[in-house]
């Protein structure tokens, strides 16, 4: 088959010329967002010192339930409550991002539940027996709060913010012991995988 050289020539550059179609990118899906540490995940049927802490800050957010250290149906409902208007999973387990909305910062001079939760963490799952639970953060709390901090590489400034109850939570729930009971929490959490042990905290009642 023969060509004419002219012909042959516009039809070349004409393709040369031509914009390439740029190749349609579905956009990249979006991650919520997800906490960094590593928290005691709660859930209906576990009992000890750190439910009395996550009960005492769902009372802090102005939810009425008992402050017995045991997760029962009404600690479950405040729970999924919380979840939803918080725009959380609703799944009744506390993991890492449920633990981050509940917490709030405190230091001297604040008077609270959330207080009282960081006084009943030192005072019974540290043993920082001076503290009265009485949700004045008052000297006798910073004291504590500092001291503690210390102890765990923290920034001792007496304000309990993220790290400082994630080491209180933790901590008391783990001895600070057992790596491989925080990282079985941790699948829970992540993965909502069911292990053959127990999720209940250690430290037995409150």
Request: with cysteine; proline share 3%; net charge positive.
């Amino acid at each position: 088959m023969r060509f004419r050289l002219p012909l042959l020539l516009t039809v070349l550059l004409a393709g040369c010329a031509a914009p390439s179609t740029p190749t349609s990118l579905s956009p990249a899906p979006t991650l919520g967002a997800q906490s960094v540490l590593t928290w005691q995940a709660l859930r209906q049927g576990d009992s000890g010192r750190d439910v009395v802490t996550l009960q005492y800050l769902l009372r802090h957010r102005g939810y009425t339930l008992s402050v017995d250290g045991a997760f029962g149906a009404g600690t479950d409902s405040a729970v999924r409550s919380f979840q939803s208007a918080s725009g959380l999973t609703v799944d009744g387990i506390v993991g890492g991002n449920t633990w981050e909305k509940l917490i709030v910062t405190v230091r001297q001079g604040d008077n609270s539940n959330a207080v009282r939760a960081v006084q009943d963490q030192l005072r019974s799952g540290y043993g920082y027996t001076g503290v009265t639970v009485d949700g004045a953060f008052g000297a006798g709390s910073d004291s504590a709060v500092r001291d503690f901090q210390g102890k765990r590489g923290l920034s001792a400034d007496g304000v309990v913010g993220l790290n400082t109850w994630n080491a209180l939570v933790t901590g008391a729930s783990t001895g600070g012991s057992s790596t491989a009971a925080s990282l079985a929490q941790s699948i829970l959490n992540t993965s909502r995988v069911t292990l053959g042990t127990s999720s209940s905290t250690t430290n037995g009642s409150p």
